[in-house]
């Protein structure tokens, strides 16, 4: 089973113990050469300005310091994770795929960065790797959200990255309102 869910409409969608399954059997396959530069630049950029942000009350170099070391932690293990939340994109059930993707990549991502930051010796740490958590928990959600409709994916469905940034409005707007009809939807019946 791949997971890279390359797979033809009529084949059944992978378990998420069959995505761990071939991602523990071939892990160089699938987290480098599937290596997600999508994920990867976008997280660069927001994570880098979440961390500028979250520091800049320690003065303008220790928030720029702070936003380059998060920008280029992100832009490299980002990638990974992009990879990661590719290969469950299509995984059932959805919510044991989505709920794996949400403890897993924010235990592994935190435990990095805090790591990094601290070394480094980066101002208002607390303040910031708190709002990187609560973010890397609706970043997970949205991502594997967005991957699984098609967009922010580098394998074999992929788009350009502007088709991805053209469909992220419609993307954002179908996520913030799936949870609201969902419990609509629950309610009517």
């Known amino acids: 089973m791949s997971p890279s869910n390359e797979t033809t409409p009529s084949a059944a969608p992978p378990s998420v113990a069959g995505v761990w399954l071939a991602l523990l059997r071939a892990p160089a396959q699938h987290l480098l050469r599937r290596w997600n530069w999508k994920a990867a630049l976008l997280s660069a950029c927001t994570r880098g300005l979440l961390f500028f942000t979250a520091t800049r009350k320690a003065g303008f170099d220790a928030a720029l310091s702070a936003m380059l070391i998060e ?3 992100y832009a490299v293990v980002a990638g990974f994770y992009g990879a990661l939340l590719e290969a469950f994109r299509k995984a059932q059930p959805v919510r044991a795929a989505t ?11 935190h435990t990095l960065e805090f790591t990094l930051h601290s070394l480094s010796g ?6 910031a790797v708190t709002a990187s958590v609560f973010f890397s928990l609706g970043s997970a959600c949205f991502n594997l959200f967005a991957m699984r409709r098609g967009v922010l994916i580098v394998g074999a469905e992929r788009q350009t990255i502007w088709a991805d940034l053209r469909r992220m409005p419609g993307v954002v707007w179908e996520f913030l309102a799936y949870t609201p009809l969902a419990l609509w939807r629950a309610w009517l019946k």
């Open 71 to 73: 920008a280029a932690f």
């Open 99 to 109: 709920l794996t993707m949400m403890v897993l990549l924010p235990s592994l991502n």
């Open 122 to 127: 980066t101002a208002r740490l607390a303040t």
